[in-house]
């Protein structure tokens, strides 16, 4: 199981592979309709293909109820944020359309799909969490469709009125801001998980609602590098943008507008501006029941993961994640330990074993005499 999550990471993000643009239809590329730098345009990401999808036309159930009349923005808040949950095709498009140095010459623009369902973890009225998870068939040339392949995705908790959020500042580090009623009266923030549960980026923006129309539009925030991006790019440090997710009957959009930025001690400097869209449609007779025991098969384990992370950071004011040790990333680490208590239920002594691993990968910037590992031992003695 563990070589198929890693190798749809490498279907989804590996940069070598490119989308094959037959000789009969032409691939239009926003925003470069003169490519005067006669840059190479040509999409990067996923080759593979997939089954054809069957879309579900109809309206979803949540996305009806939202329309309902009378209701509070408070409640219309809530139902757009539960319309995301459901079955979807999605299709990842970047490209940027802007650059801010000498010569620039535009990145090969970014495409990939995945087949995936997002589920309900928790609803607790003013607090809704959200799972991504991928289930994915691929064709071979000749036809044949391979065995599902399961990951877990990303992970997108949402919170009314959220008065501390953890802001990236760049260098693997989240510093936790505490925000005035003013700034969160009416707002929702969102937090997005990476695939392992560590911390991607937290914002806070307001729901618009119109007839017919539900949009989030987030303030601005920093993020580090994409998974897409980080393993080919090496000159800049982090993407500053905002992001907009707006509902329809079928499905929802993800909206990026980000400026990938190199930081010089206090100073900001952007070089490019990209655009990204990420496009749910909602599918019907796709086969889920790989994802759907893989999370009943671990969930122990990641719920054990969440309530760490949720600890670590309400609990400290400056967190820095050390992304690999021993040559092997976090979210390798996490999958293999997912992987090996796929199934069971998890022993107080193995708990204490992941926690402590966890720790490892931590370093607390505002608390550093402070260490799980010590306090474990301390209390195992």
Do not use: C
């Not at 920093?222 to 998974?227: A, D, I």
């Not at 976090?330 to 966890?358: C, D, H, P, R, W």
């Amino acid at each position: 199981m563990l070589k198929k999550i890693l190798l749809v990471f490498f279907f989804l993000s590996n940069p070598v592979l490119s989308k094959e643009i037959s000789k009969q239809s032409y691939q239009y590329i926003f925003g470069w309709m003169f490519n005067d730098q006669k840059a190479n345009l040509s999409p990067r990401g996923g080759n593979t293909l997939g089954p054809d999808s069957e879309l579900d036309k109809q309206p979803s159930e949540n996305w009806i109820s939202l329309q309902e009349a009378g209701i509070s923005n408070f409640e219309k808040d809530r139902r757009a944020i539960l319309s995301m949950l459901g079955q979807y095709r999605v299709s990842f498009d970047f490209v940027e359309v802007a650059g801010f140095k000498e010569n620039f010459t535009p990145a090969r623009p970014y495409q990939s799909w995945a087949t995936e369902f997002v589920y309900l973890i928790e609803d607790r009225k003013n607090f809704i969490s959200l799972q991504h998870v991928l289930v994915m068939f691929f064709k071979d040339n000749d036809g044949k469709i391979s065995d599902p392949m399961v990951t877990k995705h990303w992970r997108q908790d949402w919170h009314f009125q959220d008065s501390v959020i953890n802001e990236y500042k760049a260098d693997d580090t989240w510093n936790k801001r505490t925000l005035s009623f003013g700034q969160i009266k009416g707002k929702w923030s969102q937090s997005v998980y990476q695939v392992d549960d560590s911390p991607r980026y937290q914002s806070i923006g307001k729901w618009q609602h119109k007839k017919g129309y539900s949009e989030w539009i987030s303030a601005e925030t920093w993020r580090p590098l994409p998974r897409r991006e980080f393993s080919i790019r090496n000159d800049y440090d982090l993407l500053i943008g905002t992001n907009k997710q707006t509902i329809t009957p079928n499905g929802w959009i993800h909206e990026q507008s980000n400026l990938k930025v190199i930081l010089n001690d206090d100073s900001q400097q952007p070089i490019a501006k990209e655009i990204g869209l990420a496009k749910y449609e909602r599918i019907k007779n796709h086969d889920w029941s790989a994802g759907e025991l893989y999370i009943q098969n671990t969930y122990r384990f990641w719920k054990l993961i969440r309530d760490s992370w949720s600890k670590i950071l309400d609990q400290n004011d400056s967190i820095t994640i050390k992304q690999y040790l021993n040559n092997q990333a976090l979210y390798q680490s996490m999958f293999i330990m997912a992987e090996k208590t796929s199934g069971t239920s998890i022993s107080e002594e193995n708990e204490l074993v992941i926690k402590n691993y966890l720790n490892t990968h931590i370093v607390l910037n505002d608390r550093e005499e402070f260490s799980f590992l010590k306090f474990f031992k301390n209390f195992i003695n």
